[in-house]
């Protein structure tokens, strides 16, 4: 019995390291485009804050650092679409992601949905999904922005986009 806890324990150590996320299973997948960014470009990113004259353009900078990783698949195919749509509903329940914004028009899916933080006005993730249509040839799309964001920091943004 206790080489079997041991075997147990050294097996599921490397998950805990190497953990994937839900959507990683369609990077490399033949008919889905993937664009994965990860903490240290948007570090990289942070970094210039102070040296960006433009007021406006510097709190998109400073927003950057808060970002760790954005992953974003498309597909056109609806085989991939169906397993995308399966993982994205999976993923939602299992995480309580909270919608935020859902649009239909044209035989189109869009929500958008969060994850909060530790206080409400902290935001640990954001997945948008977009579900092509029924036609083919339509693109479906799965985005995933994941960080430490503060909802004032959203809508100083969105004020000095106007």
């Known amino acids: 019995m206790k080489k079997f806890i041991v075997t147990l324990v050294i097996a599921l150590v490397p998950s805990l390291f190497f953990a994937q996320s839900a959507f990683d299973k369609f990077d490399g ?3 889905v485009t ?19 004259k433009d007021k406006d353009i510097s709190k998109y900078v400073g927003f950057a650092k808060d970002i760790e990783s954005l992953k974003m698949y ?6 991939v679409t169906t397993d995308m749509k399966a993982a ?3 993923y939602r329940k ?27 006005s902290k935001i640990k993730e ?8 029924n036609k083919k040839g339509e693109e479906t799309l799965l985005l995933t922005l994941k960080g430490d964001f503060n909802l004032d920091s959203l809508a100083d943004l969105q004020a000095s986009s106007k």
């Open 88 to 90: 994205f509903e999976s």
């Open 126 to 133: 954001v997945v948008v999904f977009v579900e092509g249509g």
């Open 94 to 120: 299992k995480e309580s992601l909270e919608e935020l914004v859902r649009i239909t028009e044209k035989g189109k899916n869009v929500g958008v949905y969060v994850k909060s933080g530790n206080k409400s």
């Open 29 to 31: 997948q033949d008919d």
């Open 74 to 79: 498309t597909t056109t195919s609806t085989r």
């Open 34 to 52: 993937s664009v994965v960014v990860n903490k240290k470009t948007f570090e990289m990113l942070g970094g210039i804050e102070g040296q960006v």
